[in-house]
């Protein structure tokens, strides 16, 4: 059960992550209209972002600490360790200012939709870099999952059981 458990989160912790990068996509193009019409869908485009965003934050977190230690264990001793000593340690940093531009974009896209002068280049800003930075986590990530293969795949070659 534990196995299906880890599995469940490491698919809908990058799973939340593209929902909220798609959400941002949608923002942007949203807000290049930016028409009366298109400030309900604007609003609520961004706080599905948030919400997606935190909830990849949240399972992501809970599976760093509950599971991970056994994959940078591996990884580090694996053919790929800057899997982790880059990529895990570029996300772990460079995250939460994605989290914080999430959180951020709701409160420039209500400013903007009440008409406060000045906030769509703000939010186009804002949504443009969390998909920036959206799509280099999920990069990261796909790193960080292939330094696990190819350590699993090297240990399995040489006879070892992980």
Avoid at 137 to 146: D, K, R, T, V
């Amino acid at each position: 059960m534990e196995s299906i458990q880890s599995e469940l989160i490491l698919l809908a912790h990058p799973s939340f992550g593209v929902l909220a990068i798609l959400t941002a996509v949608w923002v942007f193009a949203e807000t290049i209209n930016n028409q009366a019409t298109s400030y309900g869908r604007l609003r609520l485009l961004s706080l599905a972002g948030t919400l997606l965003m935190w909830l990849s934050y949240l399972v992501g977190g809970y599976w760093y600490v509950v599971y991970y230690g056994a994959d940078k264990a591996l990884i580090k001793a694996g053919p790929w360790p800057f899997a982790h000593s880059f990529f895990m340690e570029v996300k772990e940093h460079l995250f939460f200012s994605l989290l914080l531009m999430s959180t951020y974009l709701p409160i420039a896209v209500f400013g903007l939709t009440a008409g406060r002068v000045g906030l769509k280049p703000v939010v186009l800003w804002v949504s443009a870099w969390i998909v920036v930075l959206g799509l280099a986590m999920e990069g990261a990530g796909a790193f960080i999952s292939m330094g696990t293969k190819v350590a699993l795949l090297a240990t399995q070659s040489m006879g070892e059981t992980p």
